[in-house]
Each structure stands twice: as C-alpha cells, then as structure tokens.
C-alpha cells in the first residue's frame, strides 16, 4: 500500500487525479473504487481531483442528497463515470433502486463510492480500497493499494 500525505485540498486533488491517471480497465466488471474514510476526510476532494483527470470539466459535488451522479467520459476505453455518496442509505437494498448492480457489471463504467460500507454487501470482491485518514485540519493520509 501506497501512503501519501496531503497537506491542502488541492494536493488531496493531484493525488486523486494521480490515481485516475494510472487506472486500468477490467476484462469483466466495472472499475468500483471504495473511499474510506471519516466525515470531512476528504473523500470529495479527491473525487474532484479523480474527475479532472477523466475530463470532466463540470464541479463535481457529493451526492449526498441525490446519492449518484453520472458522467459521460472516454477515457482508456472507459464511458461512463459514477459517483455515489451513500451516507445517507438505510438499508443497503436501497441502492438497488439505482440500478447498482447493472452498473457495476459493465466493464465501460468507473464507480467511485463514498460512505459504502451502508452498501457492503451489494460490493464485488476486487473492488478498490482508498483509505483517506484526517489528521489535523489541513493534513490527511492518503492511502493507496
């Protein structure tokens, strides 16, 4: 595992945007991406970071309240990006109505999770873990497999 320090938001981004510039596609499945971390970790920042580097131009917000964003994207034969916040997920079936398992088995779509330990259950098996740790009001620990 790969452990960087940030020091700033926008250090938090680079090192998001790092990440998505290294990724590779699946024979089979989607790219899911699961961010670990407490509240105000930084897990949107590095979300926002991750996008930038797929492309995409518009703000990318946490879906809290909407709990799944797409975006169209075309990178390294990937086309479609999904970002989901469920923080605010019940009962794990919930995301189902969202067409989550459809969408985690298309092999042309990343899907990068916040707050998925409300969704465990309905996660592959090689889905990829980021560990986001706060350590104080400007320093995080960014760990990476």
């Known amino acids: 595992m790969n452990s960087q320090i940030s020091y700033s938001p926008n250090q938090t981004q680079k090192i998001g ?6 990724i590779k596609r699946k024979k089979s499945g989607a790219l899911v991406i699961v961010l670990d971390g407490d509240l105000g970790a930084g897990k949107t920042t590095f979300t926002q970071g ?27 034969g990937f086309e479609m990006f999904y970002h989901l916040d469920c923080y605010r ?12 398992k459809e969408i985690i088995f298309d092999s042309k779509n990343i899907v990068l999770i916040e707050w998925a330990q409300n969704i465990k259950r309905y996660l592959p098996k090689d889905k990829v873990v980021i560990k986001l740790d706060f350590v104080d009001e400007k320093t995080r620990i960014i760990s990476i497999p």
């Open 50 to 76: 991750f996008a930038k580097a797929l492309g995409i131009k518009e703000r990318v917000a946490s879906p809290t309240f909407v709990l799944m964003k797409q975006f169209k994207i075309n990178q390294k």
């Open 89 to 100: 997920i019940a009962k794990p079936k919930e995301i189902l109505a969202l067409g989550f």
């Open 17 to 22: 945007k790092s990440f998505a510039l290294d």
